[in-house]
């Protein structure tokens, strides 16, 4: 659950798009230009996130972050009734900055907490996330246009802040683990990691653009109407929550590098079963269940070989690197790909991902391995 509405919240404008675009009277290019820089913050966040969960624990860190993260999204109405684009952005960025300190906490507990089949926990944990926030393309799409846009960030960011008091009250034992003192400049020099983080900012390449863009390139390119745009969203969702477990479980059992370069060409396939395939509504379908998979099937494969290759007392800061490198790093090809929209047409511009997805499955044959599972 607190997976869930922390994506949640970032999940509210792909639906939504066409009716941003309407109400603040901007292009795509402004609206990926808005995105990159939340996620820039997102990302940059992360370096914060893992060593305040490597110092404070990782309960006390995540009640606070998902609590700030949420409360902002009632400033979304001003933006709405001002037609401010500038509030809009900051809004999105200062939810983006509290969010982000997430990531590293849970991945870091998370592969600290289990010692073995660290794949299939990471899997199992992507599961419970990604069941959560299937929905949210379709809520956000319902409330955005039956009450205005800014209505979807107050209900997310309302049910972010009531479940960050929950969890606060309910958890009130701090985790027995050793927490350190450790200066991000020290991580890149672990050896194999260098490699990890390149290869994970390749895939924020490809990944922010298409969370962004792909219900509008549905519409604007495959004629299909804002509400199935908004189905078809929850349907690769649905479809990575077995990517999540079938990824995880795999990776335990084959180990994480293999699972990774299958699950990248996975990915390949999928974007040029989009942008190929004449009879368009087969190609949509093909991309959703293959992109779904591979996609969601790659996060608990890298993730605990993230893990494997770090020291037990470095993890918070190493995942808040990792995190930085896919949703800071990656984020300019939103601005990339809104620009490439404006100018050439969506076509194009993902032309432009499966070209950066290319990319990262030729890094992931460099990955390092970790050690056989047992």
């Known amino acids: 659950m607190r997976a869930t509405l922390n994506h949640s919240l970032f999940l509210i ?52 972050c998902l609590a700030m993260s ?49 794949a299939e926990a990471m899997g199992f944990n992507g599961v419970g996330g990604t069941l959560g926030i299937i929905l949210t393309p379709m809520i956000a799409w319902f409330l955005g246009t039956s009450f205005g846009w800014p209505s979807a960030f107050v209900f997310f960011g309302m049910l972010t802040v009531l479940l960050a008091i929950v969890f606060a009250k309910k958890t009130k034992r701090i985790e027995n683990i050793d927490h350190s003192h450790t200066k991000i400049s020290d991580i890149l020099r672990l050896r194999g990691l260098r490699t990890v983080l390149v290869f994970n900012a390749t895939i924020g390449l490809f990944m922010k ?21 908004s189905i078809a969203y929850t349907l690769m969702l649905s479809t990575g929550v077995a990517g999540q477990w079938i990824g995880g479980k795999t990776a335990s059992k084959v180990g994480s590098k293999k699972v990774v370069i299958v699950t990248m060409a996975g990915v390949c396939m999928s974007l040029l079963f989009l942008l190929f395939i004449p009879m368009h509504f087969i190609g949509a379908g093909m991309f959703i269940i293959v992109y779904g998979l ?81």
């Open 13 to 64: 404008t792909p639906p939504l798009l066409s009716l941003f675009m309407t109400s603040l009277g901007v292009t795509k290019f402004e609206i990926g230009f808005a995105s990159t820089i939340a996620s820039m913050i997102y990302g940059a966040g992360a370096l914060l996130g893992g060593p305040l969960g490597d110092r404070i624990g990782e309960v006390k860190a995540i009640a606070v």
């Open 70 to 118: 949420g409360l902002p999204a009632p400033l979304m109405l001003l933006a709405g009734s001002a037609n401010g684009f500038l509030v809009y952005t900051a809004t999105l960025a200062f939810m983006a900055f509290w969010g982000s300190l997430y990531h590293p906490i849970a991945n870091s507990f998370i592969s600290k907490a289990f010692k073995i089949r660290v």
């Open 209 to 229: 653009g298409v969370e962004l863009f792909f219900p509008t390139y549905l519409t604007g390119n495959r004629g299909i109407e804002p509400m199935w745009a």
């Open 294 to 374: 591979s996609f969601y099937g790659h996060q608990p494969a890298l993730n605990a070989l993230t893990g494997f290759l770090t020291p037990n007392g470095q993890r918070g800061a190493v995942f808040g690197i990792y995190f930085f490198a896919s949703f800071g790093v990656g984020s300019i090809s939103q601005l990339m790909t809104g620009y490439l929209a404006d100018v050439y047409g969506l076509q194009t511009a993902f032309y432009l991902l499966t070209a950066f997805a290319a990319g990262a499955l030729l890094l992931s044959l460099k990955l390092p391995k970790e050690p056989e599972p047992k």
